[in-house]
């Protein structure tokens, strides 16, 4: 799995006639950890959700093991920032998880043993096979994070976008969770999240897309991560104390 790559050629996304991401290439390799920043309005989240296919591009074209994901829309899992899942809808973990076999299957294939088997597997790597018949509305944050990860294996997705992850997790939860985020990609996966606070970026990832519109460095965090690259992105000033 591990020699796949996702390839992003000139893509430009707008918004209502609005450019949110300009010409933006970019070759990523499975098997990483990849965090996706920028100040506010930078293009994180509308980067995302293109490469999920959500959003579509004016031009250019993301492909994935010489495909473009239209194609194979199963290579790819979106967990969406928790403040826009509807938490309370009546779901148990299990039945979640089940959600990502069903996307595999399409519209007319059958559940059966081994789809069965993958879902069993999915809850014991994430840590949930205790919690399978359990609302997912009474699971703490990170819980309901790792059952939309245990949703992505069950898919088999092989690229793993997640648009601010960490956010209101605490210390432990986020560090369970950065593990994770970790095994999935030492497994071969592409894994690509959003992030705000960069002070904790070398901990947590190994790779990162610093983004302002267009592409200011992509590459290993230290060298991303440079206070030349952050000015570009953010602005003189911002980090005046923190560089």
């Not at 648009?163 to 560090?175: H, I």
Request: charge should be negative; proline fraction near 4%; charged fraction near 20%.
């Amino acid at each position: 799995m591990s020699h796949h790559h996702l390839e992003i050629r000139d893509l430009t996304v707008s918004y209502h006639r609005i450019p949110a991401l300009h010409h933006l290439s970019l070759d990523l390799p499975c098997g990483a950890c990849v965090a996706v920043l920028g100040p506010n309005g930078a293009g994180k989240s509308t980067l995302l959700k293109t490469l999920a296919g959500l959003l579509r591009p004016e031009t250019g074209a993301v492909v994935f093991h010489g495909h473009e994901p239209g194609n194979r829309a199963h290579d790819m899992a979106y967990l969406p920032q928790r403040e826009m899942v509807d938490w309370d809808f009546p779901a148990t973990v299990r039945s979640l998880v089940e959600m990502g076999r069903y996307s595999r299957l399409g519209p007319f294939g059958r559940f059966g043993a081994a789809d069965e088997r993958d879902v069993n597997e999915a809850l014991a790597a994430m840590d949930l096979a205790a919690f399978a018949d359990r609302q997912i509305s009474a699971l703490s944050g990170g819980q309901q994070q790792r059952a939309f990860l245990a949703r992505a294996l069950a898919q088999r997705a092989h690229v793993i976008l997640l648009d601010e992850p960490f956010t209101g997790l605490d210390v432990n939860s986020s560090a369970q969770l950065a593990r994770m985020l970790r095994t999935l990609a030492a497994d071969g996966r592409l894994v690509m999240a959003s992030h705000h606070d960069l002070a904790a970026v070398p901990q947590l990832f190994d790779r990162a897309v610093l983004l302002n519109g267009e592409l200011i460095a992509a590459g290993e965090v230290a060298e991303v991560l440079t206070e030349e690259n952050l000015r570009r992105a953010y602005g003189t000033g911002v980090f005046a104390g923190k560089a």
